[in-house]
């Protein structure tokens, strides 16, 4: 009896066992082959709300805590920034600082650059580039707002120039598909190039009042 107790003693646990609670182990390799490894999109950072609308206008703000520092000295440093900024390689005639308000520490800085999208031997292709930052100095705090963006492209080429205003050219309505998952071709590259220099403008602003 003491052995066929023992018997089925040994019997029950391994019983448990064919409830589906054991299986086979998946190999190494098997597991790579079921893992679909997706790309990241290239273009992720320029789709749907990277190019924001104020009022209907394609306008980007900088807000930023400049802890420690008044508004007059926020204002005569980035007074500074944009003395140089507007005599840098890329700007062109007319790119200069255009009205200063004192009082409230307003600046108001008229831009016109190159914005260049591919150079290589025998191949330039580039566009006038104009915009306007508008620099709002506080105590401890610093906005810039980017706006009033226009294009003057093809103006060195036979078929004459183009001129293209941002809110009809580069927001997400003209230069998104239907989906907001691709750029279209013809401004895209004029979509890129206006988002890297903002992130650009915005980077140097940020690490220039924030010495």
Known sequence: MK?????VACLIPMAGWSQGVW???????????????????PDAEYLAGAVPEVNGKVEWKLDIDVPGKSAQEIYDIMFNYFTKFTKEENQLEG???????????????????????????????????????????????????????????????????????AEEWINDKNALNKKKTRLLPGSA???RKTIDRKNY?????KSTVLK
Not at 106 to 115: D, G, Q, T, Y
Not at 156 to 162: L, N, P, Q
Not at 201 to 205: C, K, L, S, W
């Open 189 to 191: 590259k004029f979509r």
């Open 95 to 165: 790119s200069r600082i255009s009205l200063i308000n004192k009082q409230e520490n307003i600046i108001v800085v008229s831009a016109k650059e190159w914005l260049v999208f591919t150079d290589k031997l025998l191949s330039l292709d580039r566009t006038k580039f104009n915009y306007t930052l508008i620099t709002y100095c506080k105590d401890n705090h610093l906005t810039v707002t980017m706006g009033r963006i226009s294009y003057k492209y093809d103006e060195e080429r036979s078929s004459g120039d183009h001129v293209y205003m």
């Open 201 to 205: 403008i915005f980077d140097e602003i």
């Open 3 to 7: 052995l066929i107790f023992i018997l």
């Open 23 to 41: 299986e086979a182990p998946v190999s190494a390799n098997d597991v790579k082959n079921d893992v679909s490894v997706k790309k990241e999109d």
